[in-house]
């Protein structure tokens, strides 16, 4: 079994900050690329922010400059730092891992059961 878990969301005015946590446990062997995805309502699930596991990282045009993915391989932790948030991030944060939960197999891809960020303007 595997769960991702998210954390940090909440409401907080346009211009401030917020950081996401994602930490994932279970029957983990490794874990391949790392992701943050978001949903806005009444729209298509995006993605935020995508980071491998040797550290490359890509990024949603609307969120360059702004949004910020890093990862801990010995926590299996994920992180978003969002920073000068706008009414238009305003969405459920999912946490995404692609996890290898036994030596030789293929990754599975997992999801975190989300987490509200408001932005007020």
């Known amino acids: 079994q595997v769960q991702l878990v998210e954390s940090g969301g909440g409401l907080v005015q346009a211009g401030g900050s917020l950081r996401l946590s994602c930490a994932a446990s279970?029957?983990?062997?490794?874990?391949?690329?790392m992701g943050w995805y978001r949903q806005a309502p009444g729209k298509q699930r995006e993605l935020v922010a995508r980071?491998?596991?040797?550290?490359?990282?890509n990024y949603a045009d609307s969120v360059k400059g702004r949004f910020t993915i890093s990862r801990d391989n010995a926590k299996n932790g994920l992180y978003l730092q969002i920073d000068s948030l706008k009414p238009e991030d305003t969405a459920v944060y999912y946490c995404?891992?692609?996890?290898?939960?036994?030596?030789?197999?293929?990754?599975?891809?997992?999801w975190g059961q989300g987490t509200q960020v408001t932005v007020s303007s």
């Open positions: 279970g029957t983990i062997f490794s874990i391949n690329a």
């Open positions: 980071v491998s596991r040797a550290g490359s990282t």
């Open positions: 995404y891992a692609n996890i290898v939960t036994y030596a030789g197999m293929l990754g599975n891809d997992y």
